[in-house]
């Protein structure tokens, strides 16, 4: 079974602050990593992918990917209560062009 | 620009019941498409995904059905709903030549089946 865990939260941090989002995946074959933002009651959005091991920074958001230990991150510095959403973590699926894991998602509160 | 419509926004059906949610894509040709169901707190499940015009393939046994009558049309179904087919259900699509996790989601329609 093809899994993507991610802690549920809520993870709280202030205003300021550096929220650090981890997702662990199963397939070592993965190679494809997103991270979508999902505001409540909204679809998700795609905020950023990573393909190859070490960081990806695209402005307050750095994506980090680790292969060895089947593990991605996401940071978001200078954390703002515009932040507050569920971080969703997708893994494709290896030898599918067309499929995604989907994490349940952690859900991240930024305290003014 | 490319912008993904989806309808109805919510819909509240007797178990039963059909369905049909309509999505369309506008500003690009040939996109996949996709159609995912998210429970309460849970991550998204992929119901449907197209390549094109007719092709449709199933990700998961259920009572759902979709159909691609045209090139930027999805269309999801059932003839009779069930309890637990209450959900979130988001239309995405992708660039034929992108990577499948780069998807755009339409705004989604709230399902709830009493």
């Known amino acids: 079974q093809k899994e993507v865990e991610q802690n549920s939260g809520p993870l709280s941090v202030p205003e300021g602050a550096i929220a650090s989002l981890n997702c662990t995946y199963s397939?070592?074959?993965?190679?494809?990593f997103f991270w979508y933002r999902q505001y409540s009651g909204k679809s998700p959005e795609l905020i950023m992918f990573i393909y190859s091991n070490g960081d990806k920074e695209d402005g307050r958001f750095t994506a980090q990917l680790n292969k060895a230990s089947q593990y991605v991150s996401l940071l978001i510095r200078d954390s703002q209560p515009s932040d507050s959403a569920t971080y969703l973590c997708a893994v494709n699926i290896p030898n599918s062009s067309y499929k995604l894991i989907f994490g349940s998602g952690t859900r991240l509160l930024v305290r003014p | 620009s490319q912008t993904i419509h989806q309808w109805p926004a919510t819909l509240v059906q007797p178990v039963g019941s059909p369905l049909s949610l309509e999505c369309t894509v506008e500003g690009t040709s040939n996109p996949n498409l996709y159609w995912y169901r998210q429970a309460a707190g849970r991550g998204l499940q992929l119901l449907f995904y197209?390549?094109?015009?007719?092709?449709i393939s199933s990700e998961v046994p259920q009572n759902l059905s979709a159909s691609r009558p045209q090139d930027r049309q999805f269309i999801l179904s059932s003839k009779k709903l069930l309890l637990s087919d209450s959900g979130f259900y988001l239309c995405?699509?992708?660039?034929?030549?992108?990577?499948?996790?780069?998807?755009?989601f339409g705004e989604g329609s709230r399902l709830t089946v009493l």
């Open positions: 397939d070592r074959g993965s190679q494809s």
């Open positions: 197209s390549v094109g015009i007719g092709q």
């Open positions: 995405a699509w992708t660039f034929r030549r992108r990577d499948a996790g780069e998807l755009f």
